[in-house]
């Protein structure tokens, strides 16, 4: 089992930033990659960033949010840099713990329960 808290969330104004935190408990020692998630009014869910060994973005984030990781604290970070409108959503932290058990691969993942980022004039 692996809990995760998110922080950080609020109301900014576009250009502004700000950063998200998640902290990990639990089975940490399972955890293969962690990421951020949003799920904007009306829109599906999808990925902003992952980290494991490399890193990885959606491409409407690129060079404005950054993902990283203090293993000594197992808290994940979201460093969101020039914020836009369109980037208003419920954030959520992910914690990736598939791999293979017994010769089947298991998918298993964990979720916050979000943090509402509002960017707005």
């Known amino acids: 089992q692996v809990q995760l808290v998110e922080s950080g969330g609020g109301l900014v104004q576009p250009g502004g930033s700000l950063r998200l935190s998640c902290a990990a408990s639990?089975?940490?020692?399972?955890?293969?990659?962690m990421g951020w998630y949003r799920q904007a009014s009306g829109k599906q869910r999808e990925l902003v960033a992952r980290?494991?060994?490399?890193?990885n973005y959606a491409d409407s984030v690129k060079g404005r949010f950054t993902i990283s990781r203090d293993n000594a604290k197992n808290t994940v970070y979201l460093q969101m840099n020039s914020l836009k409108p369109e980037d208003t959503a419920v954030y959520y932290c992910?914690?990736?713990?598939?791999?293979?058990?017994?010769?089947?691969?298991?998918?298993?993942?964990?979720w916050g329960k979000g943090t509402l980022v509002t960017v707005s004039s």
């Open positions: 992910n914690a990736d713990l598939s791999g293979w058990q017994t010769g089947m691969f298991k998918s298993v993942n964990y």
């Open positions: 639990g089975s940490i020692f399972s955890i293969n990659a």
């Open positions: 980290i494991s060994s490399t890193t």
